[in-house]
């Protein structure tokens, strides 16, 4: 039984990135571990672990909510990347 933890920033993905990559994530691990056998779902676990920016530092800096924004786009209270 396979268990993938992903760690984020906080920010980065919205509602609909995050589902994707768990649904990519497990996908590849029925298709791989699985050998394509579809029953072998049920046994997949994916978790997706986001931490604050202040948590986290890339080459001496830590982001913050506002760079992110910047970078990736603001996260409506929807969930979704305007």
């Keep these: 039984m396979p268990h ?8 980065i993905l919205d509602n609909e990135q995050k589902k994707q990559l768990l649904e990519k994530i497990t996908d590849v ?3 791989v571990e699985g050998k394509g ?6 046994e997949v676990w ?5 931490q ?3 948590h986290w ?3 001496g800096v830590t982001p913050t ?3 992110i924004s910047e970078i990736f786009g ?3 209270p929807d969930g979704i990347r305007k």
């Design 4 to 11: 993938v933890i992903i760690q984020t920033v906080k920010g």
């Design 29 to 31: 691990l029925v298709e």
């Design 37 to 42: 056998n579809p029953a072998f779902r049920k």
């Design 46 to 50: 994916v978790r997706l672990d986001e």
């Design 52 to 54: 604050e920016p202040n």
């Design 57 to 59: 530092m890339r080459g």
């Design 65 to 67: 909510a506002e760079r």
């Design 74 to 76: 603001k996260i409506g």
